[in-house]
């Protein structure tokens, strides 16, 4: 650092109204250690207290004036800069991941939104400031926002270049530097309510999303890292990839591996933990593997990760969320009744399906419950439910248990069985019963002809129900009675035109695997047949139990009573009239009770966005309709629950929040693997466009050919050579970039949009060997980053693939290489 550099960062602080001071900086003592400059071995504040001959007021004599800076850094041109925020207009929140920084931010950001700022700075300690404006009103603003995170408002903050006690310089996060015209984010609004509010407190495991490690889990993966040099940065990110969805764990964990390497460096490490992004396929399981190839043997009460034989491609194993598998069924739901309701329809059923049997239970209250109930907040209790079965044949039991339960309770005008093949069939049936259940056991076959047949009836009436309808408009006005199958006398009576009020759809739809592909289309999801609906993955016949049905089974007294009351019975009563059926007629506002919410239903909304808000648009697209699906269980569960007073508690939103999580991801592997773009669409056939949506699914880390094999079916079954020629056009076509690495066999290829040209390599002189830099996010590192100083793999590309069937534990062993940087064809 030259002597002029720490004046003239000072003064470019000071042009942009920024307060600064001079403060005591680092030196280096014979033995390598580092101290405070002060020469006091004691210092409490070492490298960061002001220098008293200068300010003796501390920060109160921080100024703009460049005369009295220039002065200032003349005499110690090594000085620390510090930033005075109040004066500055700013404040900081400092967090500090070693002491749990980390889980409160995580936790905070999921409860009531982001923590994040335009301008950040990484500390030379390992953790980072997000700098903010400062409110006019500063007076309400808290302290601290929980453990590890610190508000700063009348204090100051080190600045870019300044030099941590560690050694290591503060810096701005790349694109994070106000000095090249990044201003401040404004203060989040929720801040301000967390000056009355307890600071957040978290036990272990209590971190949003975060997958918890058990103290045993613990034990063993310290032990795994102890063998496993930290050295090569490759197999670095790998791991913090791996660890990363472990919260504040996994950053302790990874954070004590990486400085056994003399390469460490605190501030790169919180760059490159702060800025992965994890997709799911890459767990901590796969550290056990890697140590294996290290000679690490598994303890005892682990089972063994012996190596075992590497499955087909074709047979790719369903990936998991939160340790379960997309067709597993979800824990007891907190209402009894459908615990009860899905107990009732596996027993009703020749050939049963756990999850298939919650989702029906949860199907038939939502039913009783629609046109009846609203949550405070707007949300209907009608839900669209796909179900998706090896063959038709396999989920019609379950479907005839659906309409026999509003039979059995006396709801028998509610339901439809038959197809709904044109607008004026929609109406007419809204019309006669304004809260419909509709049972479309050949939605599949739908779908293929309204496909054929784009500007037919049954297409027209599919783009109603996925859009109109699934919205639970106020009212829908339409042009005369016979759209509803009156005629003109109607319009003496009632008016010139019907309109409808409050029409709710309930939809239990099933698809039979073959017909996944008609249904899972990107003209679909545009017009709202995708995202509208609640998806339910059971594929795999094999996860479908045969057994003796008993169809003629009575309905459990305490559902049949529970159903009934959702729609208004009262005591003693058989039987209702049509209107107090419907709460009215279809031309009638009912009178409907309003759902209390007492859990975080809005919070588990945003922990739901936020986690898929960096997955690419087809995630973000989907995650938008199960939001709304969320809050429309949790409203019909709490009416279930209690039909007199319904209250949605944190237990239901938990529920709730797990089912719409499992449903999303079985969505997305599968729209990933067979749906996609129409054939023909910009004279490219479809496996084009299948690759390039799984492409811009994996975001900035890209793909490699090996990767695509396991993830596009339809490239899967080329052959190699076209396989090769096929990626050679999106090359050409500039779709995607390929990125290569000197020494490394393969290539990776991430989409053009998430590319930013990155600087030449010195040790790479061609083209060829050139690494281009990647924005991994709006904050972005670059490949030429995270590859610098990287040694070719230390293991064999074999021992890579050896991983993806390596088990610990219970857990099937995530694929190994699906974050490792590079592909190798040997």
């Known amino acids: 650092m030259t002597d002029t550099k720490m004046l003239e960062a000072a003064l470019s602080y000071a042009r942009l109204g920024w307060h600064v001071f001079p403060c005591w900086w680092p030196e280096q003592r014979h033995d390598g250690k580092w101290r405070c400059a002060c020469g006091n071995d004691e210092c409490k504040s070492p490298a960061k207290h002001p220098i008293g001959a200068l300010v003796p007021g501390g920060q109160n004599n921080a100024t703009t004036d460049e005369e009295t800076i220039r002065a200032w850094w003349s005499r110690y041109p090594q000085a620390n800069i510090a930033v005075a925020l109040a004066a500055s207009g700013l404040c900081a929140v400092d967090v500090d991941p070693r002491n749990g920084g980390l889980e409160t931010v995580e936790l905070l950001e999921a409860k009531f939104g982001s923590l994040q700022s335009d301008v950040m700075q990484f500390t030379g300690g390992g953790g980072w400031h997000s700098v903010f404006q400062l409110p006019r009103d500063a007076s309400s603003l808290p302290g601290r926002l929980g453990p590890g995170v610190d508000f700063k408002i009348n204090g100051y903050i080190m600045g870019d270049p300044s030099l941590h006690v560690s050694g290591k310089r503060y810096g701005w996060e790349a694109s994070s530097d106000p000095r090249e015209g990044v201003v401040p984010s404004p203060l989040p609004d929720w801040v301000r309510s967390m000056a009355s509010a307890a600071p957040a407190h978290h036990t272990a495991g209590d971190g949003v999303g975060s997958r918890y490690l058990g103290p045993t889990v613990v034990e063993d993966l310290q032990s795994a890292l102890e063998a496993v040099p930290s050295d090569d940065r490759d197999l670095w990110v790998r791991f913090c990839l791996a660890l990363k969805p472990c919260g504040q764990q996994g950053w302790a964990l990874w954070d004590a591996w990486s400085r056994k390497s003399v390469k460490y460096d605190p501030v790169d490490a919180a760059r490159v933990w702060y800025t992965a992004r994890p997709r799911g396929e890459i767990g901590y399981e796969t550290i056990f593997a890697v140590a294996q190839e290290?000679?690490?043997?598994?303890?005892?009460?682990?089972?063994?990760?012996?190596?075992?034989?590497?499955?087909?491609?074709?047979?790719?194993?369903?990936?998991?969320?939160?340790?379960?598998?997309?067709?597993?069924?979800?824990?007891?739901?907190?209402?009894?009744?459908?615990?009860?309701?899905?107990?009732?329809?596996?027993?009703?059923?020749?050939?049963?399906?756990?999850?298939?049997?919650?989702?029906?239970?949860?199907?038939?209250?939502?039913?009783?419950?629609?046109?009846?109930?609203?949550?405070?907040?707007?949300?209907?209790?009608?839900?669209?439910?796909?179900?998706?079965?090896?063959?038709?044949?396999?989920g019609r039991t379950a479907f005839s248990a659906a309409e026999d339960a509003l039979m059995l309770s006396g709801l028998s005008e509610m339901v439809r069985g038959v197809r709904i093949s044109s607008p004026q069939q929609l109406f007419s049936s809204l019309y006669n019963a304004p809260a419909l259940y509709y049972l479309a056991d050949d939605w599949g076959e739908q779908m293929y002809f309204a496909r054929r047949q784009p500007s037919g009836l049954l297409g027209h009436t599919m783009s109603i129900i996925n859009g109109r309808i699934w919205a639970a408009p106020a009212q829908i006005a339409l042009d005369n009675w016979a759209e509803v199958g009156l005629g003109r006398a109607r319009s003496e009576e009632e008016g010139p035109r019907p309109i409808l009020q409050r029409p709710t759809l309930n939809l239990l739809a099933l698809i039979a695997g073959s017909q996944v592909e008609q249904t899972l289309r990107r003209s679909e999801l545009s017009r709202g047949a995708v995202d509208s609906m609640v998806f339910v993955c059971a594929e795999d016949p094999a996860r479908w139990t045969d057994r003796p049905s008993q169809r003629e089974r009575p309905l459990d007294a305490a559902v049949h009573e529970t159903l009934r009351r959702l729609r208004g019975f009262g005591p003693g009563e058989t039987a209702l009239t049509h209107e107090q059926l419907f709460g009215g007629l279809a031309v009638v506002v009912p009178a409907m009770k309003t759902v209390r919410v007492t859990g975080d239903l809005q919070g588990a909304q945003m922990a739901l966005a936020q986690a898929y808000a960096q997955r690419g648009p087809l995630a973000r697209m989907l995650s938008a309709g199960a939001r709304r699906n969320m809050a429309r269980i949790c409203t019909a569960l709490a009416a279930a629950a209690n039909p007199d007073d319904p209250i949605v508690t944190e237990p239901m939103v938990e529920w709730a929040s797990a089912f719409i999580r499992q449903a999303l991801e079985a969505t997305l592997r599968v729209f990933r693997d067979r749906g996609g773009a129409e054939d023909g669409e910009t004279g490219r056939p479809s496996v084009y466009h299948k690759v390039e949506s799984f492409l811009r699914d994996c975001g900035s880390h890209g793909a490699s050919k090996r990767e695509l094999v396991k993830g596009v079916r339809m490239f899967r079954e080329l052959a190699d050579d076209k396989r090769d020629e096929l990626l050679e056009?999106?090359?050409?076509?500039?779709?995607?970039?390929?990125?290569?690495?000197?020494?490394?066999?393969?290539?990776?290829?991430?989409?053009?949009?998430?590319?930013?040209?990155?600087?030449?390599?010195?040790?790479?002189?061609?083209?060829?060997?050139?690494?281009?830099?990647?924005?991994?996010?709006?904050?972005?590192?670059?490949?030429?980053?995270?590859?610098?100083?990287?040694?070719?793999?230390?293991?064999?590309?074999?021992?890579?693939?050896?991983?993806?069937?390596?088990?610990?534990?219970?857990?099937?062993?995530?694929?190994?290489?699906?974050?490792?940087?590079?592909?190798?064809?040997?």
Not at 305 to 312: E, F, T, Y
Not at 324 to 335: G, I, M, T
């Open 294 to 394: 290290h000679g690490w043997k598994n303890p005892a009460r682990t089972q063994p990760a012996a190596p075992v034989a590497a499955a087909p491609v074709a047979d790719e194993p369903a990936a998991e969320v939160a340790g379960q598998r997309f067709d597993e069924a979800l824990p007891p739901c907190p209402v009894d009744a459908v615990n009860r309701l899905a107990a009732w329809v596996e027993a009703r059923s020749d050939q049963a399906h756990p999850l298939v049997c919650q989702a029906v239970a949860l199907s038939i209250v939502s039913a009783a419950a629609a046109r009846r109930y609203v949550s405070e907040h707007g949300d209907p209790a009608s839900l669209y439910l796909g179900i998706i079965a090896p063959a038709a044949s396999f």
């Open 729 to 826: 056009r999106i090359a050409k076509d500039g779709v995607a970039v390929v990125l290569s690495k000197k020494g490394v066999r393969g290539h990776r290829y991430v989409l053009a949009e998430f590319c930013q040209q990155g600087e030449q390599s010195p040790t790479s002189p061609t083209n060829a060997d050139n690494v281009s830099a990647i924005a991994l996010d709006a904050k972005s590192l670059t490949a030429k980053e995270i590859s610098e100083q990287s040694p070719t793999p230390t293991f064999a590309d074999a021992s890579l693939y050896k991983e993806m069937n390596t088990p610990y534990r219970s857990a099937s062993a995530m694929s190994a290489i699906a974050n490792f940087p590079y592909e190798s064809n040997g």
